[in-house]
């Protein structure tokens, strides 16, 4: 019997995403896990200036309390006043997908192959109505080298951007 393909541990840093205040900005990782079981929690670590966290805190509590599937989020947990984390979620099915259950087989593979920074930037911007900055930059790390390195337009993440600002 060969041993089942694993996903490998990456982690996502996306610094400065949120307009206004360019030194806050979070990191994702993904655990090492076997694929088609289901998707672990995926820790955020999110890092900046105390007022800016402390506000960014109270809106990361609208995400956790929003009843969505097929993700969620925990609610927020603040280890400093400059450093908070939280994680993302799967809710797209209960057990392993298969080809005889393919209920929320679909959410299942999108949330595996979605990076969660994707919904995390979302909902921050439709949910808790925070603005993101114009480019939004993503490196992506696979043990201690940089496997990619994105700009994005905050248009390509969400159709409407945010209207608050963490700095006022």
């Known amino acids: 019997m060969e041993p089942s393909p694993h996903l ?8 400065g995403p949120f307009a206004g205040v360019s030194d806050l900005g979070f990191s ?14 995926v820790p955020l670590w999110i890092e900046g200036p105390a007022g800016p966290m402390r506000r960014l805190a ?7 309390s929003q009843v969505q599937a097929p993700h969620g989020w925990t609610d927020p947990v603040m280890l400093t006043d400059e450093v908070a984390v939280m994680a993302f979620q799967d809710r797209s099915a209960a057990g392993p997908t298969t080809v005889a259950a393919p209920v929320g ?3 299942y593979v999108l949330n595996l192959v979605r990076p969660v920074v994707f919904p995390f930037l979302h909902d921050c911007a439709e949910v808790a109505h ?22 994005l337009r905050w248009d390509q993440v969400v159709h409407a951007n945010g209207e608050d600002l963490l700095s006022a």
């Open 130 to 151: 925070l603005r993101l900055t114009e480019r939004i930059d993503l490196v992506v790390h696979q043990a201690d080298r940089a496997v990619a390195d994105l700009t």
């Open 28 to 41: 994702a990782r993904y655990p090492r896990q076997p694929f088609l079981e289901p998707m672990r929690d």
């Open 58 to 64: 109270t809106r990361l509590q609208m995400l956790a």
């Open 105 to 107: 087989a679909l959410d």
């Open 8 to 15: 490998a541990d990456i982690t996502i840093k996306v610094p």
